[in-house]
Structure formats: C-alpha cells, structure tokens
C-alpha cells in the first residue's frame, strides 16, 4: 500500500465494495438454494398428494367394483328366488291337479259302482 491517503481510501473503497458485492453474491446463492430446496419441498408434498389420490382413486375403483359383484350375486339370487318359488307354486297346481284328478277318479268309480248296484 502507498502512503497516500486517496490511494489508501480508494483501495478501501473498493475493498468494501468487493466485500459488499461477495455479501450480495452469498445472499444471491443462499436464497437460490433456499428456493431450490422449497421447490423439491413442494414437488416431494405434490407429488406425495398425487400418489395419494392416486390410491385412493384404486381404492374407489376396487371397492365400486365390489359393490358391482354384490349387486351381481343379490340379483342373481333373487332371480333364483323368484325361480325357486315359481317352480314350488307349479309344483303346488300339479299337486292339486292330481288331487282333483283323483278326487274325480274316485268320484266316477263310486258313480260306477252305484249304478252297476
């Protein structure tokens, strides 16, 4: 360094100046890097929220397609149901058909039997 004051100022001048400017570069990186770092936050939480929605998304699916086979099988069994009573209720007809069939059977061989008396 010189003796003379101006020169001693300036190079103080710009001592500080570089000294301001590293400051400022420092503050620049920090905050670079602190958005860097809010921005895989937020990218990790959105990506997190996604795969979420996701699952429950399959889950939905899984479930509706559960609630379709139980409509399935409560459907196929009241069809079954409605068959089953059908064919009791035939079974029923032809049960009293053979009856009356009988009843009249007996009735005409008791018809038969009295006029052959």
């Known amino acids: 360094m010189s ?3 101006g020169s001693f100022n300036a190079e103080l001048f710009r001592a500080q100046a570089r000294h301001d400017q590293a400051r400022r570069m420092g503050q620049i ?4 890097v602190e958005r860097a770092a809010r921005i895989r936050e937020e990218r990790a939480q959105r990506d997190q ?14 479930f509706r397609a ?3 086979k139980d409509a399935e099988r409560l459907a196929q069994r009241r069809r079954l149901e409605k068959q089953a009573q059908l064919e009791r209720e035939l079974e029923r007809e032809r049960e ?3 009856q009356i069939e009988a009843d009249r059977a007996r009735t005409e061989a008791m018809r038969r039997h009295e006029w052959e008396a």
Do not use: G, I, M, T
């Open 29 to 32: 990186v920090d905050e670079s």
């Open 49 to 62: 929220l996604e795969r979420e929605a996701e699952e429950r998304e399959e889950r939905l699916a899984y």
């Open 3 to 5: 003796s003379n004051p």
């Open 96 to 98: 009293q058909r053979a």
């Open 66 to 68: 559960l609630e379709r």
